[in-house]
């Protein structure tokens, strides 16, 4: 009997806390610090199952994380971003390669636009 490897689940265990975080933030404009914590610990053992070496590919990894980080805490000081969303989106730089991320973060930008913009259009509406 073949074993499975238990970090072919690392993607489905994010995908469901990123499903939980998004209800969580339509449901009550929040986003628990745990669940952040979580993703963000998890990284660390995405990693390893990747055979991602300490230098230079973790190093770069956390090094891209912080940056991506303080610039979204930059947005959130200037009250364009909920702190919940900074910090889950430092968590997701930890994650994704640059490239995927630089992808991931044009994605969330247009669909957060959509969100804002139907948000917008059903208050004018009422």
């Known amino acids: 009997m073949d074993w499975i490897n238990p970090a072919a689940f690392l993607p489905v265990v994010l995908a469901v806390l990123l499903l939980s975080c998004g209800i969580e933030d339509a449901r009550h404009r929040t986003i628990a610090n745990w669940k952040n914590g979580v993703i963000a610990a998890l990284a660390p053992f995405w990693w390893w199952s990747l055979g991602l070496a300490w230098w230079p590919d973790i190093a770069l990894q956390v090094s891209i994380a912080l940056i991506v980080f303080a610039f ?42 959509l969100v804002t913009l139907v948000i917008a259009a059903e208050r004018w509406w009422r």
């Open 72 to 113: 979204f805490v930059g947005a959130f000081a200037l009250g364009q971003m909920g702190g919940g969303d900074v910090k889950l989106i430092g968590a997701l730089a930890l994650w994704f390669p640059w490239g995927t991320l630089l992808s991931l973060l044009v994605v969330m930008s247009l669909v957060g636009g």
